[in-house]
């Protein structure tokens, strides 16, 4: 596993710092791609987010549907099925660890993404409405297979004509092994490490649970998939920001505080907790887009494949609902999270933490002189003495969510220093040979056990639950993220193998769950971070190039305002009923 790690984490700085300099630091290449894209399609649709996000929502409610048009599922059961992907272990664990690495200023650069983004979210499922693959349904369809395939592979294809077939092969080969990354390994990860850190559950166990539920549901297809998400997703964004809000009305004298921070760390960060150096913009500047993208997935291709199943013959009627996607994820969802994190101050925070000795939350980081740290290759061994790390300067030193470690204790009361040698990822041995494996000590907290900390903080004037709020959405959040990927994975097999191909994917993604719960969290993230980073160049580069296509469909559909005949439609069936 070492090795794995070592090499995941070399490839993601390869990618990571590649860029254009810019005093002195690297403004990476994907941060460029995303945020331009993002900033022109939203010029040349003419800020089509902000104009018609109300538009959006009525689209949304269901009010001009008609059931007779092409598709598998409704306009609501699409944006359902895209929440459950997005609204997730990013909104939760993702915008905590934006916060961990790059300071309170990187929820700034995460909105906009997110504002950006709706404007590249338009775009993306407009085009994959149009150039969506229909199958009139028939006696050997069979109904989990879905009677439609859409996507960035399609109009990559289609839109830019034959010769870019081996893109739009590329784009489908690259997220569908997204799929098994971000989609799966990731939100089995922070399952089984909620559930582990919370209940001492082996991740094992948790993972092959969760494996049975995802079954159960995604051998149904994109029916099911809808059907299921319609309820859920609704349902556990509402418990989850009604928890929040919570938390910031009994804190409300933080609200304008908070926002300063976030406002004045987005330009002039301070010495982050971890990663971020005074003054490196660029860090809390990638960590923000990065955790943004991971959130509400604008550029990435993937949400369209779920909109391509809407049923409407108007491709902009379902682009309309996609960039309200990007506002509920980020703009709201991500923002609660946030700022419980920031107002209830855990975010840079050290709270007694138990710490497993071959857990994959621990690190080995040499500290810079401007109080931020560089993640090193663990030593053999690390001595301790009296609690207290004997390193020099320069060299690693054993740290807990890339935060040194103060002092290390033997018992949960930390009453008791530990002396002895660590072995990394294998045991603690103290002078008079008793072996630990796990220790005590005042860490910092990333990921969901941090928003689990603030939310539990943050709610303790009227009771000691919080955290099950946390806990109860990341359950919720991470099976029903890997049920709407894993529709958007067999659209790839489908794309590249033929229907034949579904089934096997799905056996296959089911299994990557369950070998997602106890890869390292590190190399879980990485991973997804590493394809996400690659997968959203030949998309952006589609839309930038269909985007005069965009523009005339988008102009064509609002003069001609053809949901004022489906309004009557439904209205009509209504009757009749």
Not at 265 to 292: H, K
Not at 412 to 436: E, K, L, M, R
Not at 509 to 536: C, E, S
């Amino acid at each position: 596993m070492d090795a794995l790690e070592q090499i995941v984490t070399a490839v993601k700085n390869v990618i990571d710092n590649f860029g254009i300099p810019f005093r002195g630091e690297t403004i990476p290449f994907k941060v460029i791609a995303l945020l331009g894209a993002g900033a022109f399609l939203t010029i040349k649709l003419g800020f089509v987010q902000i104009r018609h996000l109300m538009h959006g929502f009525a689209v949304t409610s269901g009010r001009y549907d008609d059931p007779n048009e092409p598709g598998d599922v409704s306009h609501f059961q699409a944006l359902t099925t895209a929440l459950s992907a997005t609204v997730g272990i990013g909104n939760i664990a993702g915008a905590a660890w934006a916060i961990h690495f790059g300071g309170p200023g990187a929820l700034f650069w995460m909105w906009m993404t997110a504002v950006l983004g709706m404007a590249t979210k338009f775009s993306e499922v407009t085009l994959a409405q149009r150039y969506r693959n229909v199958q009139a349904p028939d006696a050997t369809t069979h109904k989990w297979e879905g009677t439609v395939s859409g996507g960035p592979m399609y109009y990559i294809e289609s839109g830019l004509g034959a010769a870019w077939r081996p893109m739009a092969i590329f784009f489908a080969v690259m997220l569908g092994t997204t799929a098994f990354l971000t989609g799966n390994a990731v939100q089995a990860n922070t399952l089984a490490d909620t559930m582990r850190s919370s209940f001492g559950v082996p991740n094992i166990v948790t993972g092959l649970v969760a494996a049975a539920i995802l079954a159960s549901v995604i051998l149904g297809g994109i029916t099911r998939i809808g059907k299921v998400t319609s309820v859920l997703a609704p349902v556990m964004a509402a418990i989850y920001v009604a928890g929040a809000v919570v938390i910031i009305l009994l804190h409300l004298d933080q609200l304008i505080p908070s926002f300063a921070l976030i406002f004045r760390e987005a330009f002039n960060p301070s010495a982050g907790v971890a990663g971020t150096g005074i003054g490196a913009i660029l860090v809390t500047m990638n960590w923000g887009v990065n955790r943004g993208l991971f959130s509400n997935e604008a550029g990435q291709g993937s949400a369209p494949i779920a909109h391509a199943a809407a049923k409407t013959d108007e491709p902009v009627s379902e682009g309309v609902v996609g960039l309200v996607e990007p506002f509920i994820d980020t703009i709201v969802i991500v923002t609660m999270t946030a700022l419980v994190i920031v107002m209830t101050g855990v975010w840079n925070e050290r709270v007694p933490s138990e710490l497993t000795m071959d857990g994959g939350d621990i690190t080995f980081v040499v500290a810079n002189a401007d109080g931020s740290f560089e993640e090193g290759d663990a030593p053999a061994q690390v001595r301790v003495e009296n609690g207290r790390q004997l390193i020099t300067a320069g060299e690693p030193a054993f740290a807990w969510h890339d935060v040194i470690v103060d002092q290390l204790f033997t018992d949960q009361a930390q009453t008791v220093p530990f002396s002895g040698v660590i072995n990394p990822g294998v045991d603690a041995v103290a002078n008079d040979g008793t072996t630990y494996i796990t220790l005590y000590a005042d860490a910092v907290e990333g990921g969901a056990p941090l928003t689990m900390l603030g939310f539990r903080r943050g709610l303790s004037a009227i009771g000691d639950f919080g955290h099950y709020i946390v806990l109860i959405s990341v359950l919720l959040f991470g099976i029903s993220t890997a049920i709407a990927w894993s529709y958007y994975g067999d659209r790839c097999a489908t794309y590249l193998w033929g229907p034949k191909a579904v089934m096997p994917y799905k056996i296959v993604y089911v299994g990557m769950h369950v070998a997602g719960a106890v890869i390292a969290p590190a190399v879980a993230w990485d991973l997804g971070d590493i394809f996400l980073g690659i997968v959203i160049l030949p998309n952006l580069l589609a839309l930038v190039m269909l985007s005069g296509q965009v523009r005339e469909m988008s102009n064509s559909y609002f003069q001609r305002k053809p949901w004022i005949e489906n309004a009557e439609v439904r209205r009509r069936l209504k009757e009749g009923r």
